[in-house]
């Protein structure tokens, strides 16, 4: 099996950490990975900010760039949730019909990571060594647009060391929601203060997620409240080792 790690705009440009732990992690579980340097954006921003016309070249990039690989895998159910919902409809609004073919088979055989783990690899304990206690954030996109259900945590109780502690109102939105947080920063500040309150209620050395946006919206929130919490996204932890 042929991997390709779609390593999302935000990984590369801000959080480079979660791709090298995801390529150590992988590599662990003696999986052959490959990074195409031809992948860029995968049009996120530009659809949901009404731009949609302006993403099809991003499509068509992608679909490129992994042309080659078996599965795609990805640190971000947000991009993913792109990959396998929006890329459909968009490719059906062009009317090309070999576009909506390679588009459909993109979608089929992209993963967020947890998904990737327990539903192709079959893997719960990946080997991991963790000593510190974790509560967990389970992002938007990973609940209501991958349908990740409990994966993410499985895997955190499986890592040698690691205490998961339960967080309170855990699927309640930390109010990143990308450009949401800057055209309506009254309302995300008021959500992120509740997550905030939340996460640190837990006690917990770390908060992590699938997301690393999500986790820059509650780190950041974390750091202005001087609260000992930092945030770690679910790679970083599954690649630690003793």
Do not use: W
């Not at 991997?3 to 992690?25: E, N, R, W």
């Not at 919206?217 to 679910?234: N, W």
């Amino acid at each position: 099996m042929k991997v390709g790690l779609f390593i999302t705009c935000l990984v590369d440009g801000v959080f480079p950490s979660v791709g090298t732990a995801m390529m150590t992690l992988l590599k662990r579980l003696d999986i052959e990975v490959g990074v195409p340097m031809r992948q860029t954006c995968c049009g996120q921003m530009h659809i949901n900010s009404g731009y949609a016309s302006m993403a099809l070249p991003l499509i068509e990039n992608q679909i490129a760039a992994f042309s080659e690989y078996d599965v795609i895998v990805a640190p971000s159910a947000s991009c993913v949730g792109t990959v396998r919902h929006q890329y459909a409809a968009l490719a059906a609004e062009s009317g090309d019909a070999t576009l909506i073919a390679r588009a459909a088979s993109l979608a089929n055989r992209t993963y967020e990571l947890s998904e990737f783990l327990v539903d192709v690899l079959g893997r719960i304990d990946v080997g991991a060594y963790f000593p510190h206690s974790v509560t967990y954030h389970p992002t938007c996109h990973s609940l209501r647009a991958l349908g990740v259900g409990d994966r993410p945590e499985s895997l955190l109780r499986a890592v040698d060391g690691l205490t998961l502690v339960p967080l309170e109102d855990s699927t309640t939105c930390c109010g990143f929601g990308g450009t949401f947080a800057l055209k309506n920063s009254d309302v995300s500040v008021a959500m992120l203060s509740d997550k905030v309150a939340r996460v640190t209620a837990t006690n917990a050395e770390v908060v992590s997620s699938c997301d690393s946006s999500c986790l820059m919206q509650i780190g950041g929130g974390l750091s202005r409240s001087d609260a000992p919490t930092k945030p770690l996204h679910l790679a970083e932890i599954l690649a630690a080792s003793k």
